[in-house]
């Protein structure tokens, strides 16, 4: 047993804070040492300074323990294979930063690491390699150097590691392995790396750590609840060590809940805003880290309930501690600087600083109460009301809802099929109208978003520019991207999304129902942030948002140009959305203002329009059980958003993630004409999958992976297209890039496309120039 006597837990705290910096700081200091400007050691100022003002104003909001080691350079899965010298060969050559920034985002012929969503966010994390070999040992000093940092600040901190399990579990098996080989399989060999890490923390006089362990809250095998135990009794067994906080969030942990609870580990942490006050683990000994503030929305904390769901755990565990339901990454700095939202709004939202102080105030709410406390229903968390106490920061009570009821009546009518006839009469409409050649080059939407076209779009919010000025550079824009495509030999052109300051975001504009910020940003992945739209109230499209574009472009040219939108689902999952309605309901009105563009864009001409439905995994429930019914909605939205489209409209569809396989079942009901998906940087694992020989409708591979800013070469692409011929006939193919090109250059995209199309035109030679045609 640990010989450690832990000092209690401070009464509040938060798992993480956002670390882009609130004026995205890191952003530029990251893009600057990238392109050459700036140096290491400015990036490394900056970083510092951006830890120093977050710690300095968690101290300053009176919050009782802050976390350290939640900065990060690129991504914290990153950082943690770094940590325990879980880098592949082939990237150690090289400078440690350049190591770094090589698996992130490649280097000089070498690809980076794949790069997937972080559980059901817009978090992107780096994919670690393991292999059978992998020589796990802690080779860095990033969690103990924080912790000095922190110090030499007067601030004491807790550490925050990934936790082993889910380490393992979000990696891949390094390729070449033995078939049957899983990460989880080196928990054994990872463990001493951590043990070091833990006694090296004890030997720093660290009091507490944090270990993050999400991956709780998905489904897990018995194999899988027994190596949460291992871990964790071994962890638990060393004899100098901190004491251990294990952090779920996401969800609910279900059977990892007794599992880790049945471990020496001092401290739980438990998402009480989607998962349950727990019942079915003894945590009589342990302390709950009680995540009642949501870190998933903007909305203000309901101190009624929240206090309620407090007084509900304390009941069952040693100590109870006021926390976030995960780390506040998700959500952006400050709502007090968005000065131009309506104040009403505005009262009733809370970005990381106002949760922080909400987090503190009911720790003080908490202490306040009586103890023990009046038996509160454990059944019902939300049933059981304590008397209302008085409300969080602002002065007013939050208001029980973020709006007021729907007036829109519930849309639970499944999507009609009107009109559109099946598959193969749609191909042969679509093959006689658009007479495209086999292996069709196309790309997904955007092109390069200039610092021009940023600076105009700045400039016009500012009134330093009209209307019809900056309307004239976006013209521009569309007609230099028609006369480039042209001139590369793309077969269906793009207008390249030039207006769209996002894809979400520039829709949120023009929907009423819908409110945007000017500084709330949020990581989306290394050094890229959207600013998530707030969907407060019900949503209508006002009028037509894309079509005068697509016109404008469609009359440069004689080839065929895509109409192209955003799909329902999309939208509502980049968006921070209301909590009164369904998300289903919410999803749905928005699938309606889409399906009126589909419509408008159709009356304009428009023979291929495409609905871009990159989220759609991204909204996956974490547990199997609840899958089933969500992506049925899912699809129906979609299907309404498209549905409206007669059968010579080509449909497109786009997903950015190689993951779709575990949705293809639904990615084929969407019943898209094409659909083009991921496969550059996870090497066409998707076009190996046996379910993509049974898709049935046309499928865009993604042979050029536009994350990384590295070129690829015709042969390397003619090899992704020799993968997706294998499993597809050739008229069912289209080549594209996995994703929009709005972050590359245009200096890239040109060589990039040239490629591509070399490689296109290559293999069009075995396949004959025929019209596409269905028999
Ligand atoms: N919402 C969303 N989620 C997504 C994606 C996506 O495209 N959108 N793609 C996938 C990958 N994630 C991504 C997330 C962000 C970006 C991205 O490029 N973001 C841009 C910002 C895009 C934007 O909002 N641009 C605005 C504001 C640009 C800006 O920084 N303006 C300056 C002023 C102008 C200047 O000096 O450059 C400022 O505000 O300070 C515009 O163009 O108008 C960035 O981080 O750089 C790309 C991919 C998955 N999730
Ligand atoms: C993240 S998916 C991006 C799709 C969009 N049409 C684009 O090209 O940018
Ligand atoms: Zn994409």
């Known amino acids: 047993m640990t010989a450690v006597r832990p000092s209690p837990f401070p009464a509040s705290t938060v798992l ?10 890191l952003k530029r200091a990251l893009e600057s040492y990238w392109s050459g400007h700036g140096t290491w050691e400015e990036l490394e100022a900056t970083g510092a300074r951006l830890r120093e003002e977050t710690w300095r104003r968690l101290g300053a909001l009176g919050l009782g323990a802050a976390p350290s080691n939640t900065f990060s350079y690129y991504d914290h899965v990153l950082d943690t294979a770094v940590l325990f010298d879980a880098v592949p060969e082939r990237y150690r050559d090289r400078s440690p930063e350049d190591a770094y920034f090589a698996m992130a985002r490649g280097a000089d012929g070498l690809a980076p690491l794949r790069m997937t969503k972080w559980f059901d966010t817009n978090y992107h994390y780096i994919v670690p390699e393991i292999g059978i070999d992998t020589a796990f040992r802690l080779a860095g000093d990033k969690p103990l150097a924080e912790v000095r940092e922190a110090r030499a600040l007067g601030v004491d901190t807790r550490p925050v590691l990934l936790g082993p399990v889910t380490f393992l579990l979000l990696s891949q098996p390094a390729p070449g392995g033995p078939s049957g080989f899983a990460p989880l399989d080196r928990l054994p060999d990872l463990l001493p790396a951590y043990e070091r890490l833990l006694e090296a923390l004890a030997a720093e006089g660290v009091g507490w750590v944090q270990l993050d362990e999400p991956a709780l809250v998905a489904d897990r095998t018995e194999e899988e609840l027994a190596a949460v135990r291992t871990a964790y009794r071994r962890l638990g067994a060393l004899t100098s060590r901190p004491a251990l906080l294990v952090a779920s969030y996401f969800g609910d942990p279900g059977d990892a809940l007794p599992a880790l609870a049945d471990t020496p580990v001092e401290a739980i942490g438990l998402d009480l805003v989607r998962g349950r006050i727990p019942e079915n683990a003894d945590l009589s000994g342990k302390t709950v880290v009680a995540g009642v503030v949501s870190g998933r929305d903007v909305w203000r904390t309901r101190p009624d309930r929240a206090l309620s769901a407090l007084l509900a755990v304390r009941e069952r565990a040693a100590r109870v501690v006021v926390s976030t339901s995960c780390s506040l990454l998700h959500v952006p700095y400050d709502v007090e600087r968005e000065t131009d939202l309506d104040p009403a709004l505005r009262h009733r939202m809370a970005f990381a600083e106002q949760k922080v102080a909400e987090v503190v105030e009911l720790a003080a709410l908490l202490a306040a109460s009586p103890a023990p406390p009046r038996p509160v229903s454990p059944a019902s968390r939300r049933g ?70 940023r600076e105009a779009r700045a400039a016009l919010g500012a009134g330093r520019l009209d209307e019809d000025g900056y309307e004239s550079l976006v013209r521009a824009e569309i007609a230099r991207v028609i006369a480039l495509q042209e001139r590369l030999g793309l077969d269906v052109l793009v207008h390249g999304e030039p207006e769209r300051n996002d894809m979400v975001q520039y829709f949120a504009e023009h929907l009423d129902g819908f409110a945007v910020t000017r500084h709330g940003w949020v990581q989306s992945y290394g050094s890229r942030c959207t600013r998530p739209p707030i969907l407060h109230g019900d949503v209508r499209r006002p009028e037509p ?44 009105q928005v699938a309606d203002a889409v399906r009126d563009e589909v419509r408008d864009l159709e009356d304009a001409g428009v023979a291929i329009i495409q609905v871009d439905e990159p989220a759609l995994r991204e909204l996956l429930p974490l547990r199997r059980a609840s899958q089933d019914a ?12 498209t549905s409206g489209a007669g059968d010579r ?55 050029y992976d536009i994350h990384s800013p590295r070129v690829p070469e015709a042969a390397e692409i003619e090899e992704s297209l020799r993968a997706a011929l294998r499993v597809l006939p050739a008229d069912r193919v289209w080549v594209n890039p996995d994703c929009g090109l709005k972050t590359r250059t245009y200096g890239e995209v040109e060589a990039a496309l040239t490629n591509v199309v070399k490689a296109a035109h290559h293999l069009r030679g075995d396949h004959q120039c025929r019209p596409l045609t269905v028999e």
Do not use: N
Request: proline residues 12%.
């Open 384 to 453: 059981s009301e304590p008397p209302t106490p008085p409300p969080l920061s602002g002065g007013e009570p939050a208001p029980s809802s973020p709006v007021p009821p729907s007036s829109v009546p519930a849309t639970s009518v499944p999507a009609s099929r009107e009109g559109r006839s099946p598959y193969a009469v749609r191909a042969a409409a679509q093959a006689e109208h658009l007479r495209l050649p086999v292996l069709p080059v196309t790309t997904i939407g955007s092109f390069p978003q200039t610092g021009e076209l």
């Open 545 to 588: 948002i894309t079509v005068r574009w697509s016109r404008y472009a469609g009359s440069l040219t004689d080839r065929p140009v895509k109409g192209m939108l955003t799909g329902p689902v999309t939208i509502v999952a980049w968006s921070f959305v209301r909590d009164d309605l369904p998300l289903r309901d919410v999803v749905f």
């Open 16 to 25: 993480g804070y956002p670390r882009i910096g609130p004026h995205r700081e």
């Open 630 to 641: 969500y992506l049925a909605w899912a699809v129906d939205a979609y299907r309404r958003a």
């Open 649 to 703: 409209t080509q449909i497109h569809t786009h997903l950015c993630y190689s993951d779709a396989d575990q949705i293809i079942a639904a990615v084929d009901a969407l019943d898209a004409d094409v659909t083009s998906v991921e496969s550059a940087r996870s090497h066409a694992r998707l076009l190996r999958e046996p379910a993509v020989g049974g898709f049935e409708r046309g499928l865009g591979a993604g042979v």
